[in-house]
């Protein structure tokens, strides 16, 4: 009996060893739940409350227990498993190769879990155990500072709140020195900030160095980040440090976000996950940013990233759409010469974009079947003879679509006859919407007396702000 009881416990130990090389396996039992079916899901950068993605599932036999396993290689992350009425859940620590138990109820969630043959969610749980307990002495803390009613109090208060917060951070580091490069403990650097030196900070000249905090916080903002674990892409982290880094830190101009973009990206190179997600990421948020002339930063990515084969994860199909996509506004971002217009005004006389002769030329796309262009297009004129006049500014408008009399109609009832008004009544020089990406109207650049492009996309709200921004570099640049 004892040799076939050291066979059976080594070939359990061999199975192990199999089992290991790839996919998982976790056996489930939740006292309450007796059918139905289970799903293990997983982040992706976000946090909730944005998507999960389910990455697997398995049904309750009639004992109560679920299996789900694959063989397939896993990058490992914080996982989900969810319960069929999707708001039934909690998280658990996933590596490659992991084989474990978990048994709970549905009451004592989430700290109430138990599992088994995973050590590093056995120290997750005690994590999630020592929160509860700091959320609890966090909000009496909280309600006690809100209640203070003397100076003394609110000192005491806010110093047993320093203290609050310096165990969770102690906790955190104790961990991540006793278990480096554990999952859990990658996480727990990944949240870690910089702490900014306290005291005075003077500048080489004995002046105090106002920039200093900013400065450093930047500077240090990624120290403790570990861009070679894959498993940081699969947890709720990495997007949210993303947005604070380069929405609140970083400058919002193009080559700024191009050269912290180049940092990332070099950091990340030779991963699979992070590389993938950091380049996704810098691209959809450039290409989402209500700041003017983040579209340069979408043509630089494609240039030397997406068209220099590093998006190996993409078809032929998709990554041309990136291609064509850049290809459009290439021709127009902030910096370039605006690409030549030639075409007849109302008159029927020809009228040259280039041959504008004006300190400032205001490009506009128009329609008079749009009912925003008609609430536009006076609102334009009003700061035109208002501001804009004065400072030297000509406007060069193009109708897009509509009929060439209703057109020269509302150019009279509008009062815009002193505009440079112009149409392409043949359709023969449609160029003009891939060299400005005009797919909707109104559209309306800022040219300066070069015809370089200063400003796109821009409204009546912001014209002369951007006009004056220009103005203001010029005397900066003078006075030098």
Same mark, same amino acid.
Not at 173 to 178: E, H, I, L
Not at 203 to 220: I, M
């Given at each position: ?13 061999? $199975? !192990? ?33 944005? $998507? ?13 227990? $679920? ?262 506004? $290439? ?19 020809? !009228? ?21 262009? !008609? ?106």
């Amino acid at each position: 009996m004892k040799r076939i009881s050291l066979f059976a416990l080594l070939m359990v130990g061999m $199975a !192990q060893l199999i089992f290991a090389r790839d996919g998982y396996r976790i056996q489930i039992k939740i006292d309450e739940v007796q059918e139905g079916v289970v799903y293990l899901a997983h982040y992706y950068g976000k946090p909730l409350p944005s $998507a999960i993605y389910k990455a697997d599932s398995a049904t309750f036999d009639k004992n109560g227990v $679920a299996v789900i396993e694959s063989k397939q290689p896993l990058v490992g992350g914080i996982y989900i498993i969810m319960l069929s009425d999707h708001k039934t859940y909690f998280e658990l620590l996933l590596n490659n190769g992991d084989n474990m138990s978990i048994s709970t109820s549905i009451k004592n969630l989430p700290d109430g879990i138990v599992f088994k043959n995973s050590p590093d969610n056995e120290q997750f749980m005690g994590y999630v155990r020592f929160l509860k307990n700091f959320g609890t002495k966090q909000k009496e803390l909280v309600d006690r500072y809100a209640a203070a009613r003397t100076n003394t109090d609110t000192s005491d208060i806010r110093k047993k709140l320093k203290e609050n917060s310096l165990a969770l951070t102690t906790y955190r580091r104790n961990y991540a020195s006793a278990h480096p490069n554990t999952l859990l403990a990658n996480i727990f650097n990944a949240l870690e900030l910089p702490e900014v030196p306290e005291g005075k900070h003077l500048l080489p000249d004995g002046t105090v160095d106002s920039n200093f905090t900013y400065e450093y916080y930047k500077a240090h903002y990624w120290d403790h980040f570990n861009f070679r674990d894959d498993r940081l892409v699969y947890t709720p982290i990495y997007d949210a440090k993303l947005d604070e880094y380069f929405n609140k830190l970083v400058l919002p101009y193009p080559d700024s976000i191009e050269v912290e973009g180049d940092k990332l990206l070099a950091k990340t190179r030779g991963t699979k996950e992070l590389f993938k997600y950091t380049l996704w990421w810098l691209e959809h948020n450039a290409q989402d940013s209500k700041i003017m002339g983040m579209d340069a930063v979408v043509v630089y990515l494609v240039e030397n990233y997406y068209m220099k084969g590093d998006a190996t994860w993409l078809s032929n199909e998709d990554l041309n759409k990136y291609i064509d996509y850049a290809s459009k506004i $290439a021709p127009n971002v902030l910096g370039n010469l605006a690409p030549e217009i030639k075409m007849p005004d109302v008159n029927g006389k020809e !009228q040259s974009l280039m041959a504008v002769k004006a300190k400032y030329t205001l490009l506009l796309f128009w329609s008079p079947d749009c009912s925003h262009c !008609q609430k536009e297009i006076p609102l334009v004129d009003s700061v035109y003879r208002a501001v804009l006049k004065a400072k030297g500014t000509k406007v060069y408008a193009v109708r897009t679509e509509g009929d060439d009399t209703k057109w020269k109609e509302m150019i009279k009832k509008m009062g815009i006859t002193d505009w440079i008004n112009v149409s392409d009544p043949d359709h023969t020089r449609q160029d003009y919407r891939r060299k400005y990406d005009v797919y909707s109207t109104p559209i309306m650049y800022l040219l300066d007396e070069n015809k370089i492009i200063r400003g796109k996309k821009i409204d009546h709200t912001n014209i002369a702000d951007v006009i004056e921004l220009l103005e203001r570099k010029e005397r900066s640049k003078t006075k030098k």
